[in-house]
């Protein structure tokens, strides 16, 4: 079984995201097109992501009962 693209970019972008290459892996997900079956997941991990960059920046975060 050969696996789809957006299974090996989903993967990628989690490794990279664990590796600190979080905005490679943003843009690694944008390649998961809007139809694809692993778009949810994929619209997921991006959501993670951001809000990890958010807690990063020291910026409260919509939604997560956290904040000032």
């Not at 050969?2 to 943003?26: F, I, N, Q, W």
């Not at 809007?34 to 939604?63: F, I, K, M, N, T």
Request: hydrophobic share 45%; glycine share 10%; net charge negative.
């Amino acid at each position: 079984l050969v696996p789809r693209a957006s299974d090996v970019a989903l993967a990628r972008a989690r490794t990279l995201a664990e590796g600190g290459h979080v905005p490679d892996a943003l843009r690694l997900l944008e390649s998961i097109g809007a139809l694809d079956p692993r778009r949810v997941e994929a619209d997921h991990l991006r959501a993670e992501l951001q809000e990890r960059l958010l807690r990063l920046a020291g910026l409260s975060v919509p939604g997560s009962g956290e904040g000032p």
